[in-house]
């Protein structure tokens, strides 16, 4: 099919990627980097939205998680005796909630974010998979805010992780941002046909939380459940395994605790499994990308 022109005839191209399981994904990768620019432009924006017209700006990035350490540090570690069980308790779940943070911002932001850019999708045409990754950078600004604090506090109480486990942190960190990125790509691609799948997003969040050792130590799981079919299906979570690896890399007072075999290889199996998660999901939102303008 061809248009003529006062200067000849050219013809139409299709935007959107081609067809293929390898040109597809190739073709999505070499279209984010030529408008990576407007990624950033994007990440910049997201930040700035989130503190417009706030007085306290950065600091509400950090009001949440502290005030979730208070409350599980007084009602788990103080009432319920958690920080007998758990020696420094404090960083022990400061650190857990700083890559859930990460792991739930990067999942409940991409969900939502090829609806909430319903204005720009629908005026010109450009990679949709640059709008979850705008979430995914977003993420990263809090968590390295976070981050940062977690580091004062542990050098402030002499308790910086100077160890080998330390190699543990890029590993995990990687890792949870593959397996956030890939679920949340998915499911934004979902989300605009199914508009419930971002209030499930919020119920699937609390089990994984509290299926996560974050507020509790993986120690305990061990002594109840004994090495039983129940703890592999437990460890078979891959958030349970990051949380479990950052705390290994930042949590000097858990060297004598009880941890599961092989981390480092399970999150190198979780971390290929996320690749393959990814590729599928970067070939339904390509099959699902075509009608976003209409469904929006």
Known sequence: MAVRESSGIHPLVTAGPPPGIIAGPRFTIKAIWDQRELLSLLVRREIKARYKDSSLGLLWSLLRPLTQLV?????????????????????FVFTGLTVWGLFSEVLSGSTTSIVANAGL???????????????????????????????????ALGKFPWHVELLYLPLAIVVVLLFSFALGLLLSAVNVYLRDFSHLIEVLLLVLFWASPIVYSYTLVHRVLNGNWLEQLYLSNPVTLVVMAFQK????????????????????????????????????????????????
């Open 71 to 91: 409350i599980y540090y007084v009602a788990i570690g103080k009432f319920l005796g958690g920080e007998r069980a758990v020696p420094d308790f404090a960083i």
């Open 121 to 155: 999708i629908k005026k010109v045409y450009l990679p949709r998979e640059i709008f979850p990754l705008a979430s995914v950078g977003s993420a990263g600004f809090n968590f390295l805010v976070q981050f940062g604090i977690l580091l004062i506090a542990t050098i």
């Open 249 to 296: 890399a930042m949590w000097v007072a858990g060297a004598g605790e009880t941890w599961p075999s092989h981390l480092a290889l399970r999150l190198i199996i979780v971390g290929f499994i996320s690749l393959v998660i990814l590729w599928v999901a970067q070939r339904v939102f390509a099959r699902l990308e075509g009608n976003f303008a209409q469904e929006l």
